[in-house]
């Protein structure tokens, strides 16, 4: 390591701890202030200011990030509306807002320093349906900066993300004299649910990235804070709401004249769990929500099923989905019924490259002077992330991509009401992710 490249990793460690009390206020304010995704217009709003007064070359907003058409899960247009007058009401800037209206969220950043690989970090934003924790345990609580929005709350750590995506990018814009190359600093809506990153990929955002970066903060009671590094496995999944259309009819003067939507209903569910796993790798299916009915002396005209399928790889969940859908129109058709099947979230299965993970051991262990963890090939458990689809198209051209972990003693599991980190963690997330860039644009 000559003494020029040495100068930058110091710069950026120094910098990055320098930043603590600004990445705290972020992360705080986005705390008290989340919104779930496609409606984190207020969000959207902060960051794409922020990334202009970093001095980004170029900061994307409403169309010109995601794809229209993409989009999955949209909230209902009343609820968009909704969200966007209330949100009007605050005194956002109008001219931003109104490029996010009806569900246009998300902002990418770019900074441009010269001929050189492209990078992309990618930094997630949206909140959950979770209420908050408010008891006097709980430090967001205590501290004063627990959300303000009943029924929803930051507790998967996308406050976090987003603040160390905004510190990385006013750090690497300081830098921008001594990289080569080009950063995208994608912040995406609606990762929850696995329905944001489709957009952005179809948007073509990704289409000349070389190197493609994300992270998750996460971490037990008691974890060492550190650099967590490994295959990252995650689960391909396709989430899916049918809907089966039936005929009404009254169930004890004609109950022949009528199609019973639940009753294919209740015949798709018990066989969607009794599809035949897959051989080459673990599969999930899980029916997670049902409504049907209108009374108990009409043959049932309507039922939806709120569904989900995954497996270990994306063939493996191609599998499941392919035999899901057939499953549901045959039962539509045993009953006389018909269906709708639409898709409102998916992913694909692994998202890391053995070298640039190696990459990612060595630079933040060996440069920057961050613990350093190797995550073992098999976890306790599998989750979905849409991050995936990304890592996906950039591996499609010969890029290579890794998803690593941000781990610190956090308070509670992922989407659990309790859900806080230390703010420590965001200094460490800033200096791996500006760490990791500049040492690709050497």
């Known amino acids: 390591m000559n003494e020029q490249t040495d100068l ?30 496609w ?193 990252n496995r995650t689960l391909a999944t396709a989430k899916l709401d049918v809907v089966f259309h039936g005929k009404a009819a009254h169930a004890g003067l004609v109950p022949d004249a009528g199609n019973n939507a639940m009753l294919s209903a209740a015949t798709a569910i018990l066989n969607l769990h009794a599809i035949p796993r897959y051989g080459a790798a673990p599969t999930r299916v899980n029916v997670g929500r049902v409504t049907a009915g209108s009374g108990r002396n009409v043959i049932c005209d309507r039922a939806l099923l709120e569904l989900e399928v995954r497996g270990l790889t994306t063939e493996a969940n191609d599998y499941m989905c392919a035999y899901a859908k057939r499953i549901v129109e045959a039962a539509a058709q045993m009953h006389g019924c018909t269906c709708e099947i639409a898709l409102r979230g998916e992913a694909a299965g692994d998202c890391n490259d053995p070298a640039l993970c190696q990459t990612v051991l060595t630079v933040c262990r060996d440069r920057l002077g961050l613990a350093v963890t190797e995550l ?36 509670a599991p992922i989407h659990d009401p309790r859900f806080d980190f230390p703010e420590r963690a965001l200094v460490n997330g800033v200096t791996a992710f500006a760490g990791l860039t500049a040492a690709l644009m050497q």
């Open 376 to 411: 073992p090939d098999e976890p306790k458990g599998y989750i979905s992330e849409d991050y995936s689809l990304l890592a996906a198209r950039v591996r499609a051209h010969g890029g290579q991509s890794c998803y690593f972990k941000n781990l610190s003693a956090c308070a």
């Open 39 to 231: 409606m984190e217009l207020r969000t959207s709003v902060r960051i794409a200011q922020a990334l202009r007064d970093a001095g980004c070359d170029e900061v994307l907003t409403g169309d010109a990030v995601c794809d229209r058409d993409s989009r999955l899960g949209l909230p209902s247009e009343a609820e968009l509306d909704a969200h966007f007058r209330r949100v009007a009401a605050d005194g956002l800037d109008p001219v931003l807002l109104d490029k996010m209206r009806g569900g246009m969220t998300g902002v990418i950043g770019i900074l441009r320093c010269g001929p050189g690989p492209v990078i992309a970090l990618r930094f997630d934003v949206d909140a959950l349906p979770v209420a908050e924790a408010d008891d006097p345990a709980h430090r967001p609580a205590a501290q004063g900066f627990r959300s303000e929005v009943p029924g929803v709350s930051h507790a998967c750590g996308h406050d976090g993300h987003t603040a160390i995506g905004l510190g990385t990018a006013k750090l690497l814009c300081e830098l921008r004299g001594q990289l080569r190359g080009t950063v995208k600093f994608i912040f995406q809506p609606a990762e929850e649910g696995v329905r944001g990153a489709k957009a952005i990929v179809e948007k073509g955002h990704l289409d000349d990235v070389d190197y493609l970066f994300g992270a998750h903060l996460g971490g037990e009671p008691g974890q060492d804070d550190a650099v967590g590094v490994g295959p």
């Open 8 to 37: 930058i990793f110091r710069q950026i460690a120094a910098r990055a701890a320098a930043l603590e009390p600004e990445l705290t206020a972020l992360r705080r304010d986005f705390h008290r202030h989340p919104e779930p995704g």
